[in-house]
């Protein structure tokens, strides 16, 4: 056990110098470590929302308006189905969670009861699990179908909108340039989002707030908007109106020229004519085929650029705008045309998210229990130090090296990860600084008995460390496997402390097994002594 080969040596001495030049950032500031060369480690510590302030946002997907979307689309797809079988068909309504349709001859009942009957797809895995079905169908005998969205049905619908808004939120916000925010879902229907070091709550509030669905629509000229206010609007037309203050009223065609879903890009900039804020996009080619279609049939017309219901602008189609790209100008600020092209980038929510809570952390809180976390660290350190030099003598200065290095690989290894460190993570690597010396305990007190049985000192610590090697490695394992089930059943602050136990729990073993080992086969190898002083 005292033996070493070279490779082994170089091995456990280059773990120890990687892991303390990745620690040694820490210590420095940001703008000094700007000024290091690129081949020396630069990243740091990333700190929680507990820690350095920051934003959080519990959110709740609609989900009143993703079975509105559903039945819309339901409704739509009869109608769709119903046309291409040649089936006649009237009073096709929707309401609730139910459309119905009535069947003109009842001949063709049958037969449209086995064209509706695609519309309804199992519910669970894409292997068809969990038993129910999206659509419960029924006919009541005299042509009349119904067609009712199931609670399963609608609960996958919510559990997928959840799923995709954790996505695009993701992609907002990664996109403000902040680091290790934290977005996970809470429940069927709830995700929690924090934002560390984000000191504009409110602007976070409202990217991530905002559906973002952006379509191209042609402005509707078949009667002026004022009679079609005072009346009734065609019926493939609505009326929608601009964010101007006071909103001006467009009559809008219900049917899309393009939609967002075909951008690809969008980026800020200003208008070379006015030097106005505006977002330039560029379609995909399938949307950039149909926009060039649409302006080559309609030069001279105007079209709205919308935006979650509001007309951002409606301007005239000059010439055909074949190139699949384009600009929107709605007097924008330099901001709101940033944020508009982060959303445009992301893509559009699933369904509105409503904000069930919002805190904000300041980061008086967090330097407070920064400086607790010190005092407790240097304070449960001293007293190892003491402790392992008061009852081992030199093996306690062996074991005291070890655990500084311990600490230093800790760090560095959380620094390389990016981990983010929290509370909890400080309360972790507390509790390893603890438990870091009882490796060496149990070695030592294995040499201990073995020196008072009689055995030479190098045949007792090559025995004391053979012997407690099985211990050591038990206790390890049941605790990793306790930290292992934390990280995957726990969320936030308990992974945090999950992560920083299982990287002290590998450290630790490391340092004890091996770097002490090192440390005290090099002592006898240099002095040879006759008892070993414990």
Same mark, same amino acid.
């Given at each position: 056990?005292?033996?070493?080969?070279?490779?082994?040596?170089?091995?456990?001495?280059?773990?120890?110098?990687?892991?303390?030049?990745?620690?040694?950032?820490?210590?420095?500031?940001?703008?000094?470590?700007?000024?290091?060369?690129?081949?020396?480690?630069?990243?740091?510590?990333?700190?929680?929302?507990?820690?350095?302030?920051?934003?959080?946002?519990?959110?709740?997907?609609?989900?009143?308006?993703?079975?509105?979307?559903?039945?819309?689309?339901?409704?739509?797809?009869?109608?769709?189905?119903?046309?291409?079988?040649?089936?006649?068909?009237?009073?096709?309504?929707?309401?609730?969670?139910?459309?119905?349709?009535?069947?003109?001859?009842?001949?063709?009942?049958?037969?449209?009861?086995?064209?509706?009957?695609?519309?309804?797809?199992?519910?669970?895995?894409?292997?068809?699990?969990?038993?129910?079905?999206?659509?419960?169908?029924?006919?009541?005998?005299?042509?009349?179908?119904?067609?009712?969205?199931?609670?399963?049905?609608?609960?996958?619908?919510?559990?997928?909108?959840?799923?995709?808004?954790?996505?695009?939120?993701?992609?907002?916000?990664?996109?403000?340039?902040?680091?290790?925010?934290?977005?996970?879902?809470?429940?069927?229907?709830?995700?929690?989002?924090?934002?560390?070091?984000?000191?504009?709550?409110?602007?976070?509030?409202?990217?991530?707030?905002?559906?973002?669905?952006?379509?191209?629509?042609?402005?509707?000229?078949?009667?002026?908007?004022?009679?079609?206010?005072?009346?009734?609007?065609?019926?493939?037309?609505?009326?929608?109106?601009?964010?101007?203050?006071?909103?001006?009223?467009?009559?809008?065609?219900?049917?899309?020229?393009?939609?967002?879903?075909?951008?690809?890009?969008?980026?800020?900039?200003?208008?070379?004519?006015?030097?106005?804020?505006?977002?330039?996009?560029?379609?995909?080619?399938?949307?950039?085929?149909?926009?060039?279609?649409?302006?080559?049939?309609?030069?001279?017309?105007?079209?709205?650029?919308?935006?979650?219901?509001?007309?951002?602008?409606?301007?005239?189609?000059?010439?055909?705008?074949?190139?699949?790209?384009?600009?929107?100008?709605?007097?924008?600020?330099?901001?709101?045309?940033?944020?508009?092209?982060?959303?445009?980038?992301?893509?559009?929510?699933?369904?509105?998210?409503?904000?069930?809570?919002?805190?904000?952390?300041?980061? @008086? +809180?967090? #330097?407070?229990?920064?400086? *607790?976390?010190? %005092? =407790?660290? /240097? &304070? $449960?350190? !001293?007293?190892?130090?003491?402790?392992?030099?008061?009852?081992?003598?030199?093996? @306690? +200065?062996? #074991?005291?090296?070890?655990? *500084?290095?311990? %600490? =230093?690989? /800790? &760090? $560095?290894? !959380?620094?390389?990860?990016?981990?983010?460190?929290?509370?909890?993570?400080?309360? @972790?690597?507390?509790?390893?600084?603890?438990? *870091?010396?009882?490796?060496?305990?149990? &070695?030592?007190?294995?040499?201990?008995?073995?020196?008072?049985?009689?055995?030479?000192?190098?045949?007792?610590?090559?025995?004391?460390?053979?012997? *407690?090697?099985?211990?050591?490695?038990?206790?390890?394992?049941?605790?990793?496997?306790?930290?292992?089930?934390?990280?995957?059943?726990?969320?936030?602050?308990?992974?945090?402390?999950?992560?920083?136990?299982?990287?002290?729990?590998?450290?630790?073993?490391?340092?004890?097994?091996?770097?002490?080992?090192?440390?005290?086969?090099?002592?006898?190898?240099?002095?040879?002594?006759?008892?070993?002083?414990?």
């Amino acid at each position: 056990m005292l033996h070493f080969s070279r490779w082994n040596v170089l091995f456990i001495l280059g773990v120890c110098l990687v892991g303390i030049l990745a620690c040694i950032p820490n210590f420095f500031s940001k703008e000094q470590l700007a000024a290091w060369p690129d081949w020396i480690p630069h990243r740091q510590l990333v700190l929680g929302l507990d820690l350095q302030g920051g934003s959080h946002i519990l959110l709740a997907v609609d989900a009143e308006a993703v079975v509105a979307d559903r039945l819309n689309a339901l409704r739509d797809d009869v109608r769709q189905t119903l046309r291409d079988r040649r089936i006649g068909y009237t009073g096709l309504t929707g309401q609730g969670r139910t459309v119905q349709v009535r069947i003109r001859e009842p001949g063709q009942v049958e037969e449209a009861l086995r064209a509706l009957r695609s519309l309804s797809e199992p519910v669970g895995s894409v292997l068809g699990g969990g038993g129910g079905r999206t659509v419960d169908i029924a006919s009541d005998g005299d042509g009349l179908i119904t067609l009712t969205l199931t609670e399963e049905g609608i609960n996958q619908r919510i559990s997928s909108a959840v799923s995709q808004s954790i996505e695009i939120v993701r992609r907002r916000i990664d996109e403000l340039g902040t680091t290790e925010p934290t977005i996970q879902r809470q429940g069927p229907d709830r995700i929690l989002v924090q934002v560390p070091g984000l000191d504009d709550p409110s602007r976070l509030k409202a990217l991530i707030g905002q559906t973002a669905q952006l379509t191209f629509r042609l402005v509707d000229l078949s009667m002026p908007v004022a009679e079609a206010l005072n009346g009734r609007p065609p019926p493939d037309s609505e009326i929608l109106y601009s964010r101007d203050d006071p909103p001006v009223p467009y009559l809008i065609e219900r049917r899309v020229m393009v939609s967002g879903e075909d951008l690809v890009d969008a980026q800020p900039g200003f208008d070379q004519r006015t030097n106005e804020p505006i977002v330039s996009f560029r379609f995909n080619t399938n949307g950039g085929r149909r926009f060039a279609a649409a302006t080559q049939q309609n030069v001279g017309r105007p079209f709205a650029i919308i935006l979650d219901g509001e007309v951002i602008s409606a301007p005239v189609i000059r010439e055909p705008i074949l190139g699949g790209s384009g600009q929107i100008s709605g007097n924008f600020t330099v901001e709101e045309a940033n944020d508009l092209a982060i959303l445009l980038r992301a893509g559009a929510l699933p369904a509105p998210l409503t904000i069930l809570e919002e805190r904000t952390v300041g980061p @008086g +809180l967090g #330097a407070d229990s920064i400086a *607790a976390g010190q %005092i =407790a660290a /240097i &304070i $449960g350190t !001293l007293a190892v130090v003491v402790f392992m030099l008061w009852v081992y003598g030199l093996l @306690g +200065l062996f #074991a005291d090296i070890a655990l *500084a290095v311990n %600490i =230093a690989l /800790i &760090i $560095g290894v !959380l620094s390389m990860l990016g981990a983010t460190l929290t509370l909890p993570g400080i309360a @972790g690597i507390v509790l390893t600084i603890g438990m *870091a010396v009882d490796a060496n305990v149990l &070695i030592y007190e294995r040499i201990r008995e073995e020196q008072k049985a009689g055995k030479s000192a190098i045949a007792s610590i090559d025995s004391g460390y053979r012997r *407690a090697l099985g211990t050591i490695m038990d206790a390890n394992i049941t605790t990793l496997i306790a930290a292992v089930i934390l990280f995957y059943l726990g969320s936030g602050p308990i992974r945090g402390f999950a992560v920083t136990l299982a990287i002290g729990i590998v450290t630790t073993v490391f340092t004890a097994f091996l770097f002490n080992r090192l440390i005290v086969a090099e002592w006898v190898r240099l002095r040879r002594p006759s008892v070993v002083p414990i």
